[in-house]
């Protein structure tokens, strides 16, 4: 304990020093989140991380999350200095959506406008017409759908499917999956349900169509937080990544939040979702790339210039 309060009181110092700002994501660990927020940074889902650390005025911004999150924050602030506690931390979706074989598969539908989630790489980013995160998907795939389009929709195949069920859309779907949220298990989500009458489930659109359909709430990070908030009811069942109750029980500490297993044995929970890549944020390497500036993200100019301009489309949209 004593040896975490002296690295939080380092980590303070060198925040100080070199003017730097974290910005975590909300399936990190609480440690971290709450050092963000102590700290003047910020702890939001991924549409609202790119849009801190684009209006930040930090020198240095260290993005607490994965890959793709930093690269974003990259992407929009090429001036600033990008750092991550681990460059390690990717994601199953971006990891299974590489840019050459997209490019491959693109081309064969060379009609179809290109959409993909904030969940890749830069370079399959580039590629893209739109970029969109689960917080304004739905919104934007509408949008097109209007203008007459049709599209091909990257990496997250349950997402796709559940963004096509809601739109109507004519959409061709990348195969990939979240490792994460495509373990949620009817079963277990039935039985807890059956439990917990009372309850109102929550589920991020990266699970599987059948847990999804048992929900009251499908969205992104954010709008689940915010469902546990201002519902008036005071028991949810939550299918994501363990990471967010941190946040669920500060904003609204008098509910009863009940972890959604991806697998339980007698009846109790022998497994929780919980990102294995965020996992890989914590007090240690954060201090040691703050203090010595490794793991930064830096990206090619001209393929940045190519990503950004999908990605300002869409900040520009959900203005
Ligand atoms: P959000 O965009 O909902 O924050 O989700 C990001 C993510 O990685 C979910 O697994
Ligand atoms: Fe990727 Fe899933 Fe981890 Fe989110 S939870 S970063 S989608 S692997």
């Known amino acids: 304990e004593a040896e975490r309060d002296s690295l939080k009181t380092k980590i303070k110092a060198l925040l100080k020093e070199k003017n730097a700002q974290i910005v975590a994501h909300y399936y990190v660990d609480a440690e971290l989140q709450a050092l963000a927020e102590e700290t003047g940074g910020k702890v939001a889902d991924s549409l609202e991380m790119a849009n801190f650390g684009a209006q930040s005025d930090a020198d240095i911004l260290v993005v607490c999350g994965v890959r793709f999150m930093g690269e974003?924050?990259?992407m929009l602030s090429p001036e600033k200095t990008i750092l991550m506690p681990d460059l390690e931390a990717n994601c199953s979706l971006d990891?299974?959506?590489?840019?050459?074989?997209?490019?491959?598969?693109?081309?064969?539908?060379?009609?179809?406008k290109v959409v993909v989630y904030a969940n890749?790489?830069?370079?399959?980013?580039?590629?893209?017409?739109w970029v969109v995160t689960s917080g304004n998907a739905l919104n934007i795939v509408n949008h097109l759908k209007e203008q007459g389009e049709k599209i091909i929709w990257a990496p997250d195949r349950h997402l796709g499917h559940w963004i096509q069920k809601e739109t109507g859309?004519?959409?061709?779907?990348?195969?990939?999956?979240?490792?994460?949220?495509?373990?949620?298990?009817?079963y277990e989500l039935k039985s807890l349900k059956e439990k917990h009458p009372d309850a109102k489930v929550l589920v991020h659109p990266e699970s599987p169509e059948e847990v999804v359909d048992l929900a009251d709430v499908v969205g992104s990070t954010r709008v689940m937080i915010e469902a546990v908030r201002d519902l008036p009811d005071q028991e949810f069942i939550v299918a994501t990544d363990l990471g967010i109750f941190y946040k669920m029980q500060q904003l609204a500490p008098e509910k009863k939040l009940i972890v959604a297993p991806t697998a339980s044995k007698d009846g109790h929970c022998i497994s929780c979702a919980h990102c294995p890549w965020m996992a890989m944020n914590g007090l240690e390497n954060l201090y040691h790339c703050l203090r010595d500036s490794t793991g930064e993200i830096l990206i090619e100019e001209n393929i940045r210039q190519k990503a950004l301009a999908s990605v300002n489309r869409m900040l520009e949209f959900s203005r």
């Open 72 to 74: 974003t924050a990259k």
């Open 95 to 112: 990891i299974g959506c590489p840019a050459k074989e997209f490019a491959e598969f693109c081309k064969q539908y060379p009609d179809r």
């Open 120 to 129: 890749t790489s830069v370079e399959v980013k580039a590629i893209a017409d």
């Open 169 to 186: 859309m004519d959409m061709i779907l990348w195969q990939g999956q979240c490792i994460v949220h495509n373990e949620f298990q009817v």
